[in-house]
């Protein structure tokens, strides 16, 4: 690409570096389909903090706003931009500054423009100018992929859609569980929360983490009220055997031991179980660590529960990782739903008579939660369902009339919502 004489190199212009992050990132979710958080490691490789915390808000707010986005510029020029049109994609990462991140305009062409690498700039310009023209506005809520729409419709009926959406416009709140469910009257007093069952506080917005009171002494731990319902189903553990499978980063791991249960922490990813045995010993917690894919590892005897969190979508956290919304299909699902299938039917076997197995994810769609479970049940005639009871769950938490868990947009929406689970209670007859 030539330049004018004495104009300054792409690098020179502060802020491209983070931009052309930006575009590196979301190249690898949009057409390679790479979850946002581990591509973000890569397209920002060495970036300071600052910038990388940048490039992923930039990325963020495109995938959350991608429809709309793509509306506006289409409707500012009658050229066809293809999707993976790198047109497209500058075009994108500047209006999502300026019309949501509150860019100023001038600065976000001024780094958008050298993105372009030789291509057409002037469109690039045109488009940008004519859209930014005036107040334009983002609908309100976001726009769901019309794919998703229309999967989430067929499953669920038309007012689903339509509460994700809603809910996708709003931050998602954070939720904590606590060490000791005893203190919850005095930690929701003390971080200015507010609480929904025994051991769960739900914080206030803004809530800065680390400078909580609490934290570095490990009494709580951050996790979605829909994420700790799993382990509330098992109960006190009466220092029984539990199996916390597919375990990092260790929510689940840890309330179990923390209501009493010997816990066997397995999962493939020795780097998520450096951070499962980080949070332990914050909070003071014990747990047996074993890094093992399960398809290969099998206990040495069989054991009282166990907790199956499944390799999944994560289409349940979308309000969090929007790039699901972008990078899952019908593909993915299938084929998750086949590994789930597979290492429940091998944990179960590892399950002593009258043991109890909770199976979970974190996903919205049926392939992974209901039909996964009629499936087994159909094909075990050796375990039954153990429907989970009001009393078990936080308020507002109902189980379905099937007697399982399934937590969808709607749930707990006057007071932020939760994340999208499914969570059945399985227990293995006696005889």
Avoid at 55 to 71: C, G, K, N
Avoid at 267 to 295: M, Y
Avoid at 303 to 324: E, F, S
Wanted: net charge negative.
């Amino acid at each position: 690409m030539s330049r004018r004489p004495n104009a300054p190199r792409p690098d020179d212009v502060p802020g491209f570096p983070a931009r052309r992050a930006a575009l590196r990132l979301l190249d690898a979710v949009l057409r390679r389909g790479d979850p946002l958080e581990l591509a973000l490691h890569g397209a920002a490789q060495g970036l300071p903090q600052s910038d990388r915390a940048l490039v992923h808000a930039i990325a963020a707010e495109v995938l959350r706003h991608l429809p709309d986005l793509d509306a506006l510029i289409d409707g500012a020029t009658k050229q066809t931009l293809p999707d993976d049109a790198k047109a497209r994609m500058v075009l994108r990462i500047a209006l999502a500054q300026t019309l949501i991140m509150g860019t100023p305009a001038h600065a976000a062409i001024a780094t958008a423009l050298p993105l372009v690498d030789g291509g057409p700039r002037k469109l690039v310009h045109g488009v940008f100018g004519t859209v930014t023209r005036g107040e334009p506005l983002l609908p309100d809520p976001p726009t769901l992929p019309v794919e998703v729409v229309e999967r989430w419709t067929g499953q669920w009926g038309e007012a689903m859609p339509q509460a994700a959406a809603h809910a996708y416009a709003v931050r998602p709140p954070v939720d904590v569980t606590l060490r000791d469910a005893g203190e919850t009257a005095k930690w929701t007093a003390e971080l200015n929360g507010a609480s929904f069952a025994p051991g769960h506080v739900r914080l206030p917005e803004g809530a800065v983490i680390p400078d909580l009171p609490g934290f570095a002494e490990g009494a709580w731990w951050v996790q979605d009220i829909a994420a700790s319902c799993a382990a509330r189903l098992l109960g006190a553990g009466e220092s029984r055997t539990v199996l916390d499978l597919c375990a990092a980063p260790g929510g689940k791991t840890m309330q179990l031991a923390a209501t009493g249960w010997h816990v066997l922490s397995v999962d493939q990813s020795k780097k998520r179980l450096e951070r499962l045995t980080e949070n332990l010993t914050r909070t003071g917690l014990s747990a047996d660590v074993v890094p093992a894919d399960l398809r290969q590892w099998q206990p040495d005897a069989a054991v009282d529960a166990i907790l199956l969190d499944a390799p999944c979508t994560a289409t349940g956290i979308y309000r969090r990782h929007p790039d699901v919304l972008h990078r899952i299909g019908p593909r993915q699902i299938a084929e998750l739903a086949e590994l789930q299938g597979e290492l429940l039917a091998r944990a179960a076997g590892w399950l002593k008579p009258g043991g109890r197995i909770v199976y979970a994810t974190c996903s919205l769609e049926r392939a992974e939660g209901e039909d996964q479970v009629e499936r087994f049940l159909a094909d075990h005639a050796d375990f039954a369902l153990v429907p989970a009871t009001a009393a078990e769950l936080p308020e507002g938490m109902t189980p379905t009339d099937e007697g399982w868990l399934r937590s969808l947009p709607d749930m707990l929406a006057d007071r932020g919502g939760a994340d999208g689970f499914f969570i059945a209670r399985l227990a293995r007859r006696a005889n």
